[in-house]
C-alpha cells in the first residue's frame, strides 16, 4: 500500500506542477495583454453584446460575476457571465476572454455537437466525480480481504473515466469557441494587429490549462487501472 500511495502522490504532485506552471503563465499573459489598450475603445462587455447582435443571438444576457478568470457562458440560462476584470476593461484581454465566452454562446445557438455532448455529460460527472476517488480506494483496500474488492474498484475507474472523457470532450468545445472569437474580432475589424495578437496568445494559453488537466485526467485513470489490475 506505501508504493501505492507514493506513486499516486508523485503522479498527483507532478500534475499539480504542470498545472501551475501552465496557470501562472496564463495570468502573466492575461496581466501582459490587459495593458494593450483597444483602440475602438470597447468593454468587454460591449465586445460581448456586439459579437451576439453580429450574430443573430438576442436572447442571451451577459452580465458580470465576481472573481478572476470566472468567466463563463451558462447555457442553463443563457447568460455570458464575465469577470468584473472584463466585464469593465476595454483592452485585448477583455476583449479576447468576452469573445471567447460569447463563442460558447455561438456554439449553443448553432447547436454544436461537442457542446451538446459535454452538456449531456455534466450531471453524471457532477455525481461521478464526488464519488469515483472514494469508490476506488474502498475498492482496492476490500481486493485485500474480498473476492468482490476488483469490482468496486473497476466500478469506481469507471466513474472516474466519464469524468476523463468529460475533460477530452471539453478541448474541442474551448478550441471552437477561441476560433470562433478570433475570426469574429479579425473578420469584424475590432481589434489592430497588436491587440488581435494579444488576445491570440492569451486564449491560446487558456486552452492549455485544458489540455494539462485532461493529461492528468488521462494519466491518473491508467495510474490506477494499472493498479487494480496488477492486485487483481
Known sequence: MFGFDM??????????????????????????????????????????????ADHG????????TPGMLTDHYNPANKTVNLSEGVYNMRNASAAAVAAHEVGHAVQHAKGYEWLQMRSKLVPVVSVASN???????AGIALMA???????????GLGLFGMGTLFSFVTLPVEYDASNRALAWLKNKNMVSQQE?????????????????????????????????????
Open 7 to 52: 506513486g499516486y502522490i508523485m503522479l498527483a504532485g507532478v500534475m499539480m506542477l504542470f498545472s501551475a506552471l501552465v496557470s501562472g503563465r496564463l495570468k502573466s499573459k492575461f496581466k501582459k495583454y490587459s495593458k494593450v489598450h483597444l483602440r475602438n475603445g470597447m468593454s468587454g462587455a460591449e465586445i460581448a453584446e456586439k459579437m451576439l
Open 57 to 64: 443571438i438576442f436572447d442571451v444576457k451577459v452580465i458580470s
Open 145 to 155: 480481504s474480498t473476492g468482490f474488492g476488483a469490482t468496486v474498484a473497476w466500478i
Open 196 to 232: 488581435y495578437a494579444g488576445a491570440e496568445d492569451a486564449l491560446k494559453w487558456a486552452a492549455r490549462t485544458y489540455v494539462v488537466a485532461a493529461i492528468g485526467s488521462l494519466a491518473t485513470l491508467l495510474y490506477f487501472a494499472l493498479q487494480i489490475m496488477g492486485r487483481d
Open 131 to 137: 464519488l469515483s476517488m472514494w469508490v476506488i480506494f
